[in-house]
C-alpha cells in the first residue's frame, strides 16, 4: 500500500512543472534554430549573452 502525505503530492505536482517547462524551453530552442534565431541566456556569472538557438539545441542533444 502507498501512503501518499502532502509532501509527496508537492512532489510530483513539482516534477509535472519542470516537465512542463522543459518541454517548452526545447520547443522555443527548436522553433528559434529553425528561423535562425538568437536566444538571451544567463551565464554562471549572473550576467547574460545572446547565442543561436543552434548551439543551444546542440546542447540539448548532447544532454539527451
Known amino acids: 500500500m502507498i501512503v501518499h502525505t502532502k509532501s509527496t503530492e508537492f512532489d510530483e505536482f513539482a516534477e509535472k512543472i ?4 522543459n518541454k517548452a524551453v526545447r520547443e522555443l530552442v527548436e522553433t528559434s534554430a529553425i528561423n535562425n534565431k538568437s536566444l538571451i541566456v544567463g551565464d554562471n556569472n549572473g550576467g547574460f549573452k545572446s547565442v543561436p538557438a543552434k548551439e543551444l539545441l546542440k546542447r540539448f542533444h548532447n544532454k539527451s
Open 18 to 21: 519542470l516537465q512542463g517547462v
